[in-house]
């Protein structure tokens, strides 16, 4: 059977791209077998869905709870 590591953050509030570099790098030192990363949060800058495409090497996905534009 096929063994997949997901690496999941929480946070309550407003997601930056400073707050995602930190993330991904936490999480790429702390579980080097992830083959995705997933954050979930508040909101999200406008910069971090561009930083997401700027990753080569993980799979990032963005979970927003705000439903306000």
């Given at each position: 059977?096929a063994?997949k590591?997901?690496a999941?953050e929480?946070?309550?509030?407003?997601l930056t791209r400073?707050?995602?570099d930190?993330?991904?790098g936490a999480?790429t030192?702390a579980?080097p077998?992830a083959?995705?990363?997933i954050?979930?949060?508040?909101?999200?800058?406008?910069?971090?869905?561009?930083?997401?495409d700027?990753?080569?090497?993980?799979?990032?996905?963005?979970?927003t709870?705000?439903?306000?534009?």
């Amino acid at each position: 059977m096929a063994k997949k590591e997901i690496a999941l953050e929480f946070k309550d509030r407003h997601l930056t791209r400073p707050d995602l570099d930190q993330i991904v790098g936490a999480k790429t030192r702390a579980v080097p077998d992830a083959s995705e990363i997933i954050v979930r949060c508040r909101s999200a800058a406008r910069t971090v869905s561009e930083a997401v495409d700027s990753y080569d090497n993980e799979k990032i996905t963005i979970v927003t709870t705000d439903s306000r534009p």
